[in-house]
């Protein structure tokens, strides 16, 4: 393995780590969602440096449009929860209560 290769594989492992035991605020989890997705774009896009193709690949660009939709939408919920519960605790939301 790379150090490249070992770099992105350990951002990523920090960010989902972060994302399991640091679950106290919404906006903390999004931030770990967000870099575990960046990591995988930076992995797709080494990937396809390294196979040396003549044409460009996609896939990193369908990942960070996908990151930025998520990104988009996890704001939007971070201000709905924010308006109608006050804060933005994870341990405040309840999935049963509409």
Known sequence: MSPT???????????????????????????CLEGMM?????G???WTLQLDSA???????LVL??????AS???ALLVATARTHGSDRLQ???LLQC
């Open 5 to 31: 290769q070992f770099t992105f594989s350990l951002a990523f492992l920090l960010c989902l780590s972060g994302l399991t035991f640091h679950r106290y605020h919404l906006l903390s989890a999004l931030i």
């Open 38 to 42: 960046l990591s995988l774009f930076i």
């Open 44 to 46: 797709l896009s080494i």
């Open 55 to 61: 044409g460009p690949s996609t896939a990193p660009l």
């Open 65 to 70: 449009a996908f990151s930025a939709c998520e």
């Open 73 to 75: 939408a996890g704001l």
């Open 92 to 94: 405040s939301l309840n």
